[in-house]
């Protein structure tokens, strides 16, 4: 079903893109995968969860990849993303 809104992100190389809430890591994932070329800011709430993703997307992607993938904790107060100049959110 995403692959049908896939144009919709209009992703292009050399962009940073964030994923808010990211969860268990999955999107980021995907996106670590299909763009070498694009940074991928990785925003979950709290330590733990933020671990849980990071463990979830490191186990599957080269240290290549992963050098590409950024994980920000965040907080009831921030995001902790607003020093980064994202292209996409």
């Not at 994980?71 to 980064?84: A, Q, V, W």
Request: proline residues 2%; negative net charge; aromatic residues 12%.
């Amino acid at each position: 079903m995403l692959w049908q809104y896939w144009d919709f992100f209009n992703i292009q190389p050399k962009e940073s893109v964030a994923e808010l809430g990211a969860g268990s890591g999955w999107l980021s994932l995907l996106l670590c995968i299909l763009y070498n070329d694009v940074e991928i800011y990785v925003n979950e709430l709290g330590k733990y969860s933020l671990q849980q993703a990071r463990y979830n997307i490191a186990s599957e992607l080269t240290p290549a990849q992963l050098a590409h993938c950024h994980f920000i904790e965040g907080s009831k107060n921030s995001t902790g993303l607003e020093m980064e100049n994202l292209d996409l959110i």
